[in-house]
Each structure stands twice: as structure tokens, then as C-alpha cells.
């Protein structure tokens, strides 16, 4: 059984530029969460998708978008990428009635 | 954003010893989850946590609720080296909605 699945593992992006993650839930789940881990800091949330919805929204700009297919995987947009956006971005998937969250290993963003 | 006040900010164990670490918040939670990372990987759940007082072990790892639904507990018994890392708490205010809180972290190392 799949866990969740990110992709890429590394990228490296110079400021301006525009950026897109992929994430695949955890086989059976409907909902997919993502994250911004700055370092030594703990996860902070973007968004949330369900139904090919955004349910939820943290305390991030516009220049974050995000994307549900039909098939549940899901893709985080950043533009205008700052210096600051260097992190690591984490995906995470559950059932959109339950609590527990499962995640993928990350997608390492260098903005240079 | 906001984030849970974890502690201790780290700390260094020998084979055997027991770990005891904490995390408070200003807030209300409904559910608490306790987390690990190693380095380059994304948090992987240890344990979930859903009502005031609930205890729940997972192996030598267990946890606890606290009674004011403010705080959360989790203690590691005789801790071995695959044990070092860094521990997350996350808190979740509304069941079912993905906006897991994190804390800053709890980082485990080997006494030199």
C-alpha cells in the first residue's frame, strides 16, 4: 500500500519564478493538506482540498494556490517566488471525516 | 501563524532512560497527535489522541491528554538509539478539519 507520495524530492528556483509540487494520497483517502516547514520550525498549514475544493486556508498569500483532481492528487502553486518561500513544503493526506493525517517525505524548495 | 509551546526545546538521552516531553496551548484542542521526523523526511504519526484524559501507548511510546484539553504529554520508556529525532505535538481545534497546529519540536540526541 502506497503511502503518500511527493514529487519533486529537491528543487532549486530563482526568485520570480513560479513553482509547482505534486503530492499522491495515501491509497483510500479524500483529502489532501499541505504544509510549509520552515527550518527548525514546525509545519505551518497552507490549505486544505476536498472534493477538488479548497476547504481551509492558513495565513499564506494569494501567490499560493492549489489544485484537487478528479483521481485526489493534488499540486501546491507558489508565484513570484521570494527568498523566504525556501522550505520544505510537506503534503498530507487523510479521510475528509477523519482526523489522522498521514505524510509524505517533503519536497525540499531552495529559492536562490 | 500560531504554533503550540513545546518543551523541552531539546534534549540528549542515554540507552535506557526514560523521556518525558510536553506541549501547551492557550487553546482548546478536540484532538491531539504526536509526530517524528528524521532528518529529510516528512512527520510520521505516532500516536492520536481524541479525548480529556485519554492514555494511549504505542509500543514504549504513550501519551496523554490533558484534562484541561489545553496540554498534551509524551513519554518514551527506555529509550533506545533509533529513538533520536525530532518529536512534534499537533493540535486540532474543530474534528475533521485539516488545520493541524504544530509545536516548534522536541529534539532527541544521543549523549555524547
Known amino acids: 500500500d502506497a503511502g503518500v507520495t511527493q514529487s519533486p524530492t529537491h528543487l532549486i528556483k530563482t526568485r520570480g519564478q513560479q513553482v509547482t509540487l505534486r503530492c499522491s494520497p495515501k491509497?483510500?483517502?479524500?483529502?489532501v493538506s499541505w504544509y510549509q516547514q520552515a527550518l527548525g520550525q514546525g509545519p505551518q498549514f497552507i490549505f486544505q482540498?476536498?472534493?477538488?475544493?479548497?476547504?481551509q486556508r492558513g495565513n499564506f498569500p494569494d501567490r499560493f494556490s492549489g489544485h484537487q483532481f478528479p483521481n485526489y492528487s493534488s499540486e501546491l502553486n507558489v508565484n513570484a517566488l521570494l527568498l523566504g518561500d525556501s522550505a520544505l513544503y510537506l503534503c498530507?493526506?487523510?479521510?475528509?471525516?477523519?482526523?489522522?493525517?498521514?505524510f509524505g517525505q517533503g519536497t525540499r524548495l531552495t529559492v536562490v | 501563524g500560531q504554533q503550540l509551546n513545546q518543551s523541552p526545546q531539546s534534549m540528549f538521552i542515554q540507552e535506557g532512560e526514560d523521556v518525558s516531553m510536553n506541549c501547551t496551548s492557550s487553546s482548546i484542542f478536540n484532538t491531539w497527535l504526536w509526530y517524528k521526523q528524521d532528518p529529510g523526511e516528512g512527520p510520521v504519526l505516532l500516536i492520536a489522541?481524541?479525548?480529556?484524559?485519554e492514555l494511549t501507548s504505542n509500543g514504549r511510546l504513550t501519551a496523554q491528554f490533558g484534562i484541561t484539553r489545553k496540554d498534551s504529554f509524551l513519554n518514551i520508556s527506555a529509550s533506545i538509539p533509533s529513538d533520536v529525532g525530532i518529536y512534534f505535538c499537533a493540535g486540532l481545534i474543530t474534528p475533521g478539519q485539516g488545520n493541524l497546529i504544530f509545536g516548534k519540536g522536541t529534539k532527541l540526541s544521543v549523549k555524547p
Open positions: 491509497s483510500g483517502h479524500d483529502t
Open positions: 498530507a493526506s487523510s479521510l475528509y471525516t477523519d482526523t489522522e493525517a498521514f
Open positions: 482540498y476536498y472534493e477538488e475544493e479548497e476547504r
Open positions: 489522541l481524541y479525548k480529556a484524559g
